[in-house]
């Protein structure tokens, strides 16, 4: 397959240690992207997938910080600008294990955190990097949103309204900085054999019933691989989808048709 083309410099994954974020920045790296893999916690994770991004030839760094700290991020940014030239792209992938409720059951604390991380922490990455990508002739932001904002998935809205939010605000990015080279698309993500689906059903979360309930409403009878996000994020931010922006790629099996 004929490797994707970027522009100089390298693609920053925000959550690049978590289940899905790894796959992400293997894909890149698999197109013959430099990797700067942004981590809060999982220092051991964000450094064992350095070393493999690093065997298959790429340049990679690894930098952390907590998307909530508007400072950190700046700093984490300027460090990914520092070692390797440039940042072409954002992926966001960071978000928290999300707890599985009901609307009215929801607490102001699991509200709080859900946006402090997922919507305040977007916004950071946001206004971090485009001061960079104006003076650097361009850049790109790509976001994991959720298949959610295409059929509401009960007990999952701490996940899928601040995605929502952030989806608005990807095309707000596309419509006013275009001007600048500067693109904004998402990849809305299903049920993936990943990250937190693979901890919510070992811990009991997602039943047999629950799997039942979900693969009605799937096109393709069965759960999407990491490496299909990794995918549609290296083409939204590769060359080839430079006439790209302000659009969504729903790599969901088709849930909700």
């Not at 490797?3 to 994954?13: D, H, M, R, S, T």
């Not at 919507?119 to 206004?127: L, T």
């Not at 629950?210 to 939204?236: D, M, S």
């Amino acid at each position: 397959m004929e490797k994707a083309i970027f522009p100089e410099g390298a693609a920053l994954v925000f959550g690049g240690s978590g289940g899905i974020g790894r796959s992400v920045a293997q894909s890149f790296a698999e197109a013959g992207a430099d990797v700067a893999i942004g981590y809060h916690s999982k220092a051991d994770a964000a450094q064992s997938l350095a070393s493999q991004i690093e065997a298959m030839g790429c340049k990679v760094s690894v930098h952390r910080g907590d998307v909530r700290d508007q400072a950190q991020v700046e700093a984490l940014f300027e460090a990914a600008v520092a070692a390797h030239g440039r940042v072409h792209t954002i992926v966001w992938a960071a978000g928290p294990l999300v707890d599985q409720v009901m609307i009215g059951d929801m607490t102001h604390e699991q509200w709080r955190r859900a946006i402090d991380t997922e919507v305040h922490g977007f916004f950071n990455a946001v206004q971090a990097a485009l001061p960079h990508f104006r003076a650097r002739g361009g850049g790109s932001f790509v976001t994991l949103g959720s298949a959610g904002h295409m059929h509401w998935p009960e007990k999952d809205g701490l996940s899928v309204a601040p995605k929502a939010s952030n989806e608005s605000l990807v095309r707000g990015i596309a419509k006013e900085e275009g001007r600048n080279n500067i693109r904004a698309n998402s990849v809305l993500v299903g049920v993936i054999e990943a990250g937190m689906f693979l901890e919510l059903t070992r811990q009991g979360v997602f039943d047999t019933q629950w799997v039942a309930e979900v693969q009605k409403g799937l096109a393709l009878k069965r759960w999407g691989q990491p490496e299909e996000i990794g995918h549609a994020a290296v083409f939204l931010a590769s060359n080839r989808a430079a006439y790209v922006t302000g659009q969504q790629i729903n790599v969901s099996g088709g849930y909700g048709i």
